[in-house]
């Protein structure tokens, strides 16, 4: 959930090269309106969005940093993707790329002309003057991918790397790497050749989010439509069109419709009528997770991955337009990663705050001693084949809570909390609880369902949205349940209706 006191406690307005930003007033007449700024972004977001608080736990748990840290990166990182598309237009062919850094995620914009800087910093992002642009970095890396059928084997990848404004070519033989691109009539000014251990391979033996089966076993990425047909985005590697599915349960699901592998790493299956597509994330330990859409966050962004091996993890984006060499070929296009991976994750869901980043497509390493990963990114996918990204897969709350097998009211001042049906809680068997939660018109309020392990309260589910109502469900198993209610903003009586197992 955001906390607004998190924001100004976790989050630093950082202007490099510049004396103090200009304000609005001092726009001159006849000159473009300004972009938003990140802190109107920021009040934006805070009003209109809150993280859940399994995605927090994830993030803290996995890129360290306390949770107002997490929940300010996750505030930040989205004001970011919302001020970042304005500032690269408004330098054109003078963008030299962007990201964000540092344990609450700084928005960074960089540029190769020097009388841009003043008015990036009306934005609040620290800013970079940098020699050479993005487009200049992109064409040499394109020129790279021409040349993918001469490549070496013992380079793993290459990636244009923002942050150093370089081309990076990673590389099992440094000496045959570099005479690979002194022999590509790339500057070598614009490449840099690192040593590297990397051994990409695609994740055949996998799932993500949920299983399927096809002979072997791959992930589901994220459901899409297709005009009035349903299904889901993969990775590519999984199956050819005309390749039958069955569902995590065995049952019959669905056909591949399109697929590209290598070259690229994308398919989508269209389902039968037994399966409905919803816009909704596994993220295991961090509950069901909905999806809003899909917004590319920038550099540097968290970002975290859903796979039955691994299950839920998460990490950052390292870098855009990646070209990646696996046995089976090239792959280009490709998002790179610090998410750890392991055979058994392939084609899952890469997701960052609610928006749909991509499907795993493979990686090197593993999730003990670290890896890196990489994903094809789902716009692509969306586009290539005409396909719309299904969103927001939480069904809207019953009015009054009607229906359900216990109802409880109360009344709660802002911030203030309430436990149903008491502090000690409820008896269930093993099987699905019901949540519906009804607030007081125009307040925040929010239900947590929380399971006791030996002296602990652990929240197994919850409804987080920025409204008065929530409703979910969860199953688990048997033990002690309770719910407890809390008033994110507003005062107020509530009604909670609960059905046990």
């Not at 990663?337 to 869901?349: H, I, L, R, Y």
Request: hydrophobic share 30%; net charge neutral.
């Amino acid at each position: 959930m955001l906390r607004r006191s998190a924001v100004t406690a976790g989050f630093a307005l950082a202007v490099a090269m510049v004396a103090a930003p200009a304000t609005a007033a001092q726009q001159g007449p006849g000159e473009p309106a300004a972009p938003p700024t990140l802190a109107e972004a920021r009040t934006l977001v805070q009003a209109t969005a809150k993280p859940s608080p399994g995605l927090v736990d994830a993030i803290r748990r996995d890129l360290g940093g306390t949770g107002e840290q997490a929940t300010a990166r996750l505030i930040n990182e989205a004001a970011a993707a919302k001020v970042e598309p304005a500032l690269r237009g408004q330098l054109g062919a003078s963008f030299a790329g962007s990201w964000v850094t540092g344990p609450t995620s700084d928005l960074v914009i960089a540029t190769s002309d020097s009388t841009k800087v003043a008015s990036l910093a009306r934005s609040g992002a620290e800013v970079k003057l940098f020699k050479n642009s993005l487009a200049t970095l992109d064409a040499a890396k394109e020129q790279l991918d021409r040349l993918v059928s001469s490549a070496p084997k013992s380079i793993p990848s290459w990636y244009v790397d923002v942050p150093s404004n370089s081309v990076v070519v990673l590389a099992g033989d440094v000496a045959e790497a570099r005479a690979f691109v002194d022999g590509s009539g790339v500057d070598g000014a614009l490449v840099r050749v690192e040593a590297s251990q990397e051994r990409p391979r695609p994740l055949y033996d996998v799932r993500g989010g949920d299983a399927y089966y096809m002979g072997g076993r791959c992930s589901v990425g994220f459901s899409v439509t297709r005009g009035t047909q349903g299904g889901f985005a993969t990775a590519g590697h999984c199956g050819t069109p005309g390749t039958a599915t069955q569902g995590y349960n065995r049952v019959a699901q669905g056909t591949f419709q399109g697929s590209s592998f290598p070259g690229n790493d994308y398919a989508w299956v269209a389902v039968n009528a037994n399966w409905t597509p919803t816009g909704v994330v596994n993220g295991y330990s961090a509950g069901i997770l909905p999806v809003t859409g899909s917004t590319q966050q920038v550099v540097g962004s968290s970002i975290c991955r859903s796979g039955s091996t691994t299950q839920y993890r998460c990490g950052t984006i390292s870098q855009h337009n990646t070209s990646v060499t696996y046995p089976e070929g090239t792959i280009t296009g490709l998002t790179r990663t610090t998410v750890c991976a392991e055979p058994g994750d392939s084609g899952g869901s890469y997701i960052s705050g609610s928006q749909a980043q991509g499907v795993t497509s493979g990686g090197s390493g593993n999730c003990t001693s670290g890896g890196t990963t990489y994903h094809q990114p789902i716009n692509e996918i969306l586009s290539v084949y005409g396909l719309t990204l299904v969103t927001n897969g939480t069904p809207p709350p019953p009015t009054g809570c009607s229906g359900y097998q216990n109802s409880y009211t109360g009344s709660l001042t802002s911030n203030a909390n309430a436990y149903q049906p008491g502090t000690s809680g409820y008896s269930a068997g093993a099987g699905v609880h019901r949540v519906c939660l009804d607030g007081p018109n125009g307040t925040d309020y929010d239900a947590y369902l929380q399971k006791l392990s030996g002296s602990t309260w652990t929240t197994v589910a919850s409804g987080t949205t920025p409204n008065p109502d929530e409703a979910f469900t969860y199953t688990g198993t048997a033990g002690t349940y309770r719910v407890r209610v809390h008033a994110y903003s507003g005062s107020g009586s509530y009604t909670l209706g609960l059905t046990r197992p």
